[in-house]
């Protein structure tokens, strides 16, 4: 489908939250990177994500514009899980209970809030890959204990 619309700046990524808080998260360690993963998205790899996500996008524009209307985009959180030797996220999201809370004008089915969710969840990820694919050179501290049974 694709999707033509102005790129956002990339998110600005809170240094002290604990992504453990995410119901959708669960990292081990405490050296989330923020820093040097604030400044990847600032020297290319939100723009690289965001092209590659928009040519493919399901969401349409009028579904970017109600997400970007709530600040959505700037509320993308993005951590190294060291344990995982990957890079994690939480992509923000409409509540549940935006009926009641009469979050924007033209958010008026729940098929438009499926589809803001979804399409920020797979740019989630695109950061994700992009990040670890093409700018993170670090590797995991993780060496596991050696009393493991070896499967080989």
């Not at 600032?42 to 590659?52: I, L, R, T």
């Not at 970007?68 to 951590?79: G, I, T």
Request: net charge negative; proline share 8%; aromatic share 12%.
């Amino acid at each position: 489908m694709g999707l033509d619309v102005e790129q956002p700046a990339p998110p600005e990524l809170e240094p002290n939250l604990d992504p453990d808080e995410y119901e959708d998260a669960e990292v081990q360690g405490d050296d989330y990177r923020r820093e040097e993963l604030e400044q990847f998205l600032a020297d290319g790899a939100w723009a690289d994500a965001f092209d590659e996500w928009t040519r493919d996008a399901e969401m349409d524009e009028e579904d970017w514009r109600i997400a970007v209307d709530l600040d959505l985009p700037a509320r993308f959180d993005f951590f190294w899980d060291d344990f995982a030797d990957r890079v994690g996220y939480h992509a923000p999201g409409i509540p549940e209970d935006w009926k009641t809370r009469d979050l924007h004008p033209d958010l008026d089915s729940w098929s438009t809030v499926s589809a803001i969710n979804a399409g920020l969840t797979e740019l989630g990820q695109i950061v994700c890959e992009t990040l670890k694919r093409e700018y993170i050179d670090w590797e995991a501290d993780y060496e596991p204990p050696e009393d493991l049974p070896d499967f080989e």
